[in-house]
């Protein structure tokens, strides 16, 4: 099974921060993984596909990168909204697992 | 529009069964691959189960493989998720949610909102 590792666990940052989150599988996946947000009492939501492409209708200040066994997510100005819990998740094979969490609150 | 609709979910006691249902709309439910994922309740989120377009093949986390069956009714458009000898760990918001593709896992574009499975005695 490829497990994720994700890096912080929680982050404190003010509005127009730049902030990113890392995510390592134990093995290389490709570009095989995707960044979700999830807001309390919600469902999550993707942002990024296929590790770096943004999904449509998401602000362009989310970005995604990487390949194989190291990607992140970068938020280049936070905004009140982005306040919220982030998730990878690999889809490479069977199960597929995601990232920990990264709760990311306002300083 | 894409919506999924999660329904069943209840109070069950430890070693009990239950059935969730999801009902899709807004897509052409056939195209798609689905799976459900779950959370407990302030935890991060869980793999559960995957199926193909037409319900061929499965995939299962191990925690509960041998006790959970997932399938599907493309006539109905709707997802299934048969839940045996529930366990108290099994407490959690059940998502169902739509993969990009229809054979193997492209990744999850869409979610439903969830239903609350708890198990307790």
């Known amino acids: 099974d490829t497990q994720m590792t994700q890096s912080p666990s929680s982050l404190s940052a003010s509005v127009g921060d730049r902030v990113t989150i890392t995510c390592r599988p134990s093995?290389?996946?490709?570009?095989?993984l995707g960044w979700y947000q999830q807001k309390p009492g919600k469902a999550p939501k993707r942002l990024i596909y296929a590790a770096s492409s943004l999904q449509s209708g998401v602000p362009s200040r989310f970005s995604g990168s990487g390949s194989g066994t190291e990607f992140t997510l970068t938020i280049s100005s936070l905004q009140p909204e982005d306040f919220a819990t982030y998730y990878c998740?690999?889809?490479?094979?069977?199960?597929?697992?995601f990232g920990q969490g990264t709760r990311l609150e306002i300083k | 529009e894409v919506q999924l609709v999660e329904s069943g979910g209840v109070v069950v006691l430890p070693g009990g069964s239950l059935r969730l249902s999801c009902a899709a709309s807004?897509?052409?439910?056939?195209?798609?691959?689905m799976h459900w994922v779950r959370q407990a309740p302030g935890k991060g989120l869980e793999w559960v189960s995957f199926i193909t377009w037409d319900g061929g093949t499965t995939h299962y986390a191990d925690s509960v493989r041998g006790r959970f069956t997932v399938s599907r009714d493309n006539t109905k458009n709707s997802l299934y998720l048969q839940m045996n000898s529930l366990r108290l760990e099994d407490t959690a918001f059940y998502y169902c949610?739509?993969?990009?593709?229809?054979?193997?896992?492209?990744?999850?574009?869409?979610w439903g909102q969830g239903t609350l499975v708890t198990v307790s005695s």
């Open positions: 093995q290389g996946i490709r570009n095989d």
């Open positions: 998740l690999h889809h490479n094979s069977y199960p597929l697992t």
């Open positions: 949610a739509r993969d990009e593709r229809a054979y193997s896992s492209g990744g999850i574009d869409y």
């Open positions: 807004g897509f052409k439910f056939d195209d798609y691959a």
